[in-house]
């Protein structure tokens, strides 16, 4: 059964919703920040912590981020998997740091193509049950490219079933965030999720576009439950209407037995 997922998006610092395409490190300028929180990181790891809401995600956008992560981790040790930056040399120092996973996309695409040999590395290291793969994507000719590096720069793997297959044989879950709809809180790519679910075998989050109570029920129908979703921009603690917290709370628990 489909489950809501939390996160926590931090940008210079703070916690922020943004749109995901707008990142660029060539023209800072075009960044569009959908909001800004006046809480601290530990504030929304207490909240997630309270309510239950497991497999939730710390996502460092850039630098400047080292602390206000490690103030999220330390609010929920165990509790929260962290990504952005992460390698093979500093995953396991972020796990001390109290993270349940680390997540990893860009190490594994030394200039934008995909090297087996690091994912065997950290996988290695770190053990396959705590290392999360994400393969957040761009739709070109109608196929999902891996976009790394806060989603600016194209890599060379198509996400398909070969590639999930492939992946899934090293980490223990995987991270989707679909690029291009993240943040604009539009809708949810209906036809990728619905390829997800056909081709995952493993735990998935897809994030991107969910603007309603609707695309949770939508991302299960689609998926046969095997997606889970994370609200941003549209939720309200993240100051969008469209979702409140309370509402995804009560899912997760209506559906816990499913």
């Not at 930056?85 to 997540?103: D, R």
């Not at 053990?127 to 070109?140: F, I």
């Not at 806060?150 to 995987?174: P, R």
Request: glycine fraction near 10%.
């Amino acid at each position: 059964m489909t489950r809501f997922n939390g996160c926590i998006d931090l940008h210079d610092g703070e916690v922020k919703q943004i749109v995901g395409g707008s990142l660029s490190d060539n023209q800072p300028e075009t960044l569009t920040t959908n909001f800004v929180s006046k809480e601290s990181p530990s504030y929304y790891s207490r909240l997630y912590k309270d309510n239950s809401v497991t497999r939730c995600h710390v996502i460092k956008l850039g630098p400047n981020n080292d602390e206000a992560a490690k103030n999220a981790l330390q609010s929920w040790p165990g509790g929260l998997q962290i990504g952005g930056g992460i390698t093979s040399e500093n995953a396991q120092y972020w796990l001390s740091q109290g993270a349940s996973k680390v997540i990893v996309t860009s190490f594994l695409f030394p200039g934008g193509v995909f090297s087996l040999d690091r994912l065997i590395d950290i996988s290695h290291k770190v053990g396959k049950d705590k290392l999360v793969v994400d393969v957040s994507c761009r739709k070109r000719n109608n196929k999902w490219i891996v976009a790394m590096n806060k989603w600016q720069t194209m890599t060379d793997m198509e996400v398909n079933k070969d590639t999930l297959d492939m992946l899934s044989k090293y980490c223990s879950e995987f991270l989707i965030h679909a690029a291009d709809v993240e943040g604009l809180c539009n809708g949810i790519d209906e036809e990728l999720v619905k390829k997800l679910g056909e081709w995952v075998t493993i735990p998935t989050t897809y994030a991107g576009g969910g603007r309603s109570m609707e695309d949770l029920k939508l991302v299960d129908s689609l998926s046969n439950g095997r997606v889970d979703l994370t609200f941003g921009s549209a939720l309200d603690i993240f100051g969008g209407c469209g979702v409140t917290f309370k509402e995804c709370i009560e899912w997760n628990q209506h559906h816990s037995n499913e």
